[in-house]
């Protein structure tokens, strides 16, 4: 430190119509560095990565790469320029039916200057000096296909590499990595830096964030909450500064309750995974919050019934439950409302109406034969009580803003009873407004059955819950009651801090 | 169907525009003019018996047309219906001419024909992850090779030399054949095929199953988002086979409907049924700007394909002009679905 940055960005903007996603970002790299940015989601950081690698114009502010102004027109330019990215998705960074020293030198093959035959021994030594660089003890002659992820993703960085940048971004890198895979690519990133590359590193995992950071960038929001590079880093304040509250919103009265509705022994979610055991009562809203990545999803679907455990029992209402499918849980009264609405929940072709009723036509029909009566009152009746705001309940939802699409996605499954409510990430790209309506929906109409939201936003769970469980690691660190929290031991909990200190 | 292109484009968030009733209406009305144009231009063409032809040509490719819509509707594509429909004719004459059975046993044998063919198909697609218009491909080449084996490529029609040269001395019982042949009276005697009530009730069974049941609605719901409909609780897997069934069975019916017009086991005959069928439901997409597959559409789209063809044909077009129409007319139909209407999601 105390060297000039290699890259700075100053007051960078940007708007997506009247939407400001990035509200002046100030962000300096510096080389032999590893700079970790932490952020929720929609707190701006692929939005800044896209404007960083070219992919997108910048809406303000200046880029300066070496002391040059740096300003690039495409991702081509920018990685000329010195600035490489790997994106999270690593089968975009390599062609997985050529082998690994065609993508190694696969920039080559393009471009001016490429020579018009494809020479495959002048591919391989090419490639061959990109690997040795690199310390990668790869066959030249594999087919990445064939290739675990791990070595995927370093053939992608090595490619990547190949253009001697002074500027590395890593988008998640680690993210379908195994830990000792993931043990490979630190060491990767080791010999990087020693190289005196300036890394900026995106990641959510605490653990390689412990392992790699030299200084912490925290996003919310659109701008930077929080620069951490005196050592030892502030892990804890670092995820303070992403996730911790932002208004005093009205607080909930934490209800406690008598009788259990769910039960969960031992379930083992991964491998080498601590179990889980928990209890859910009727009449409680249970949120469960930790990092993304941490298994909230993964727990979220072996509730449901869509992913087996791989170790542990679960009961309702004191019977056994072991759902082999969606269908099992639906008819056990498990209902989930689930990530990504429209990855997994909108059915585009259909209005409203037919959104609502679908996990139950079934039960809205006689010998097969809808019954359109019941289910328009149906829709209707859930249009009201939730507020979804629209003309009718035969609009589609491609009309409807994100608030009110999700508004129909919890509507479709409090249109029934159930037992256990599961919803994961309900709030993700829904306004304040709609997120209060949804939120007091859940706490208002408890009717016996047990609640169970998965969040990332630490705000939004104390919102809505009445208990709050802490993930981390696919396994539960934390249980506080949603009346008088210790907000630093549950941020504690949150960023994985050694779990003696945490007990 | 029901809901009005008013509310559709109030569904939509904004009021209907000319391009609204383009994309609504331009193929009823096209077809209407179609229908004047002919009328004035070909001699004969608005006559009643004319009509029925035209109902007649397109009931064994409107038949066809009726199950790859099932298809359609959850996502997938069956272009093995065009040889499903050979391949059960074939079944039917040799099951009557060569092992002299009745009428009821040939149809039966047609129908499992129709629905094991529809089952590996479905097989082939949700547990062998084959992509469907491969699989549909594959089957469409064996179903080919296998319906000429028995005979040794040879057509089958009563008297023929069998390849041990034994002559078959089966007969098409008159039963069948009058599901290709024989005419209800109305009105006028002698007026509407049996072929015309079997396309007639099948689309109406198929649009109410569609349309009003709930596994029609699931289906619709596994082609629009299959993660969505797995996570409501709707077997998937079981949906996707299903519709393979249906449109196994639905060819089968076709090919049935065939022999009994033929009276024979024409190896050379239903080259089109694949083209025309198809051309039929997806220019359903376009009709009332459903902009999804529909039986309503696909029985007006076989009925278009009927018409253009009758009329050129009574215009004395060339034969070798039909297919070209046939494609071009495709083409506009799923640019109007596509292109115009903004939801080219499949």
Known sequence: MGADAVFRVDGLRKSFGQNEVLGGIALDLYAGEVTVLMGANGAGKSTLVKIVSGVYARGGGTMRLAGQAFDPGSPAEAIRAGVVTVHQNINDGVVADLDVATNLTLDRLSGKGASLLFKPA?????????????????????????????????????????????????????????????????????????????????????????RLADRIVSMRDGVVSGV???????????????????????????????????????LQLAPGARPISMTLGAGEVVAITGLVGVGKTALAETLFGVRRPLAGTMHMDGKPYAPGSARDAIAAGVFLVAKDRAMSGIVGGFNIERNISLPFLKRMSGFGVMKKRAERAAARRQIGELGIVCRSEKDELSALSGGNQQKVMVARWMSQASRLFILDEPFQGVD???????????????????????????????????????????????????????????????????????? | MSSSLAERAAARGRSITLRDYAIGYGFIILLIGLIAYFAIAADGFASPQ?????????????????????????????????????????????????LEQNAVVAVIACLVIGAVVGLING????????????????MMFLLLGLQRIPTEGRSIATGMTMPDGSVANGKFSEAFLALGRHRIDFFIPNLIPVSVVVLIVLAALIWFFLEYTRFGRMMYAVGSNERAAELAGAPVKAYKIWAYVISGVFASIGGILLAARLGRGDIASGNNLLLDAVAAALIGYAVLGAAKPNAFGTAVGAVFVGVLLQGLTMMNAPYYTQDFVKGAVLVVALVFTFALSGRGKR
């Open chain 1, 228 to 266: 951490f590079d005196r050592k030892p880093l502030d892990y804890e304040g670092a995820v303070n500064a992403m996730l911790g509250r932002k208004i005093l919103l009205d607080r909930v009265i934490a209800r406690s309750s008598a009788r259990a509705v769910f039960t969960a022994q031992g």
């Open chain 1, 122 to 210: 002048n591919v391989r030594v090419e490639a061959r000096a990109v690997a040795d660089r690199m310390g990668l003890t790869l066959d030249l002659k594999a087919r990445v296909a064939d290739l675990p992820l791990a070595d995927r993703q370093m053939v992608a960085i090595a490619r990547a590499m190949a253009h001697q940048p002074k500027v590395l971004i890593l988008d998640e890198p680690t993210s379908s990595l195994s830990s000792a895979e993931a043990d490979r690519l630190f060491a990767l990133i080791d010999r990087l830096r020693g190289q005196g590359v300036a890394i900026l590193y995106i990641s959510h995992r605490m653990s390689d964030i412990r």
């Open chain 2, 50 to 98: 004319s009509a029925v032809f035209i109902f007649q040509s397109v009931a064994i490719t409107g038949v066809l047309a009726l199950g790859v819509t099932a298809t359609l509707v959850v996502g997938g594509f069956d272009l093995s219906i065009g040889s499903v429909a050979t391949s059960a004719m074939m079944a039917a004459s040799y099951a009557m001419v060569v």
């Open chain 1, 432 to 503: 304040i407004s709609a997120r209060r309506d949804i939120a007091t929906k859940l706490r208002a109409s408890p009717d016996g059955r047990a609640t169970l939201l998965f969040v990332t936003e630490i705000d939004e769970a104390l919102e809505t819950a009445d208990r709050i469980l802490v993930m981390s690691e696919h396994a539960i660190v934390g249980e506080h009651r949603n009346d008088d929290i210790d907000l630093d031991r549950l941020l504690a909990e949150v960023a994985g801090g050694p779990l003696t200190s945490a007990a």
């Open chain 2, 123 to 138: 097989w082939l697609i949700v547990y062998m992850r084959v992509p469907d218009l491969l699989a549909t491909l594959g």
